[in-house]
Every structure is written in structure tokens, then in C-alpha cells.
């Protein structure tokens, strides 16, 4: 399981990740972005640009699937819990729902040590305890490099909570995560 946060600054280099993503890869990747409550499908529009992977915004108890892509809807937390993602009217947590923390919390109760978080740019905390919990249950925290995101608070903030994540230019992070869908098999989810 891969899960992707982002905030301000990341729309960009969500795009540039999902297009060099391998054609054909057997794990489930979560997205959560902060997007406003009456956000429009622009953005669905833009990520599903061409050569980009299937990308979809789940409904509340959908089942998950290997190889697919899930963008929190807005105004929804997105959880996963076991095999199915629910979707929550809970509160805003650092002002945002969807909510990075949120989702990577659920990730590493679900999946721990068969996950991987990514962090990019932003201009709120959210996304660092949510590091912290994907980092105790023994998943993987790569952030991306605070000096080349347009907002660095979301960075700086996951790297004080998990100062041994893996910091990353966006460049590396693509690599990373090709290797990885490339290299490893299918998640049992």
C-alpha cells in the first residue's frame, strides 16, 4: 500500500508521479489532497490526464484493488479498513477533510510494515502524525525535500515527527516509487 499527502503545491507533482508510474503494477496506492468541500473534477480531470493510471474517488464501502488509484473525495476523510474504504463526515483535523493524518493512520493500522507514505509540498501540519503512526507500526516515510516544495511547513513538520524519513527531490521520489512497484509483488489486501 502507497499512500500519497499533500497539500498546497503538490497538485503539480502528484501529476508528475502518477505519469511515470509503471503501466502495470499490482499495488494500491491512497491519495489524500486538501481540497475544498465544492471542489469541482478538475483535478480529477487533470490526474487522469493521459498516460496516467486509472485514478478513481471511491464511494464509501468500495472494495479496495490492487493496481488502482483513490483520491479522497472532498469533504470526506478516506479510511481503509481491512479490505473496504470508508469515507467520513468527521470533523476537520488541521482544518482539512480529507485529512493526510487521517488516512496514513488508517495505512498503518491496515497495512504497517507493507506500506509506504509519501509527504509532499503543503502549508499545514496535517500529515505528521500520520508519519509517525505509518513510521511505529514499520512502514516507510519518504518526504519530499522541504527546499524544493512550494510550501514547506507539511514537510518540515512530517520530518520532526519522523526525523529518519527518507527525504527526497521529486525526481527521487518517482525513482523510489518505480522501484518499488516494479520490484514488489502483489499487496494482499
Known sequence: MICIGGSRGSIGILHEILGNLPSNFEVT??????????????????????????????????????GAVYLAPPDYHMILDGKSICLSSDPPEHHARPSIDV???????????????????????????????????????????PETAKASTMPKAAIRKVPSAEVMNVAQIIECLQTLLTQEGPVDV
Not at 39 to 46: E, F, P
Not at 130 to 135: T, Y
Request: glycine share 10%; no cysteine.
Open 29 to 66: 496506492i491512497a491519495i489524500a489532497l486538501h481540497r475544498h468541500r465544492e471542489s469541482n473534477d478538475t483535478l480529477m480531470r487533470l490526474l487522469r490526464s493521459r498516460g496516467m493510471p486509472a485514478i478513481v474517488e471511491p464511494y464509501d464501502k468500495d472494495i479496495l484493488s490492487n
Open 103 to 145: 488516512l496514513f493512520a488508517s495505512v498503518a493500522r491496515e497495512f504497517g510494515r507493507r506500506s509506504v507514505g509519501v509527504i509532499l509540498s503543503g502549508a499545514s501540519k496535517d500529515g505528521a502524525f500520520g508519519a509517525l503512526q505509518l513510521h511505529n507500526h514499520g512502514g516507510r516515510v519518504i518526504v519530499q525535500n
